[in-house]
């Protein structure tokens, strides 16, 4: 049974650091895109950072910029978030997402979701 499985999240203060990970089971994550999205109370969902397939192209929001970084090891079918500087309005639900679409950060073309995982910057 395919699933994506967050974990990592928690309660920071501000300026401090937190990994999420993601682990994936019921296929094989090579060929696909992996990446994280973050939902903050009251907005939208967005698109934070996502690594491609096969050359491990990177995006990341310019919200995020310098201090998250994705990566992936697809021998271990997990991807992972390390967030560093993190400030308030990095609070939110963080989602593991997989598809197909190499800009899938921007687009939004999300073929599986996680079931997501809280992070809280706060004092």
């Known amino acids: 049974q395919l699933q994506l499985v967050e974990s990592g999240g928690g309660l920071v203060q501000p300026g401090g650091s937190l990994t999420l990970s993601c682990a994936v089971s019921?296929?094989?994550?090579?060929?696909?895109?992996i990446g994280w999205f973050r939902q903050a109370p009251g907005k939208e969902r967005e698109g934070v950072s996502c690594i491609s397939s096969s050359l491990g192209r990177t995006y990341n929001a310019d919200s995020v910029k310098g201090r998250f970084t994705i990566s992936r090891d697809n021998a271990k079918n997990t991807a992972y978030l390390q967030m560093k500087s993190l400030k308030p309005e990095d609070t939110g639900i963080y989602y593991c997402a997989v598809g197909m679409s190499w800009n899938m950060c921007a687009d939004g073309r999300v073929s599986y979701w996680g079931q997501g995982t809280q992070v809280t910057v706060s004092s």
């Open positions: 019921g296929f094989t994550l090579d060929y696909y895109v």
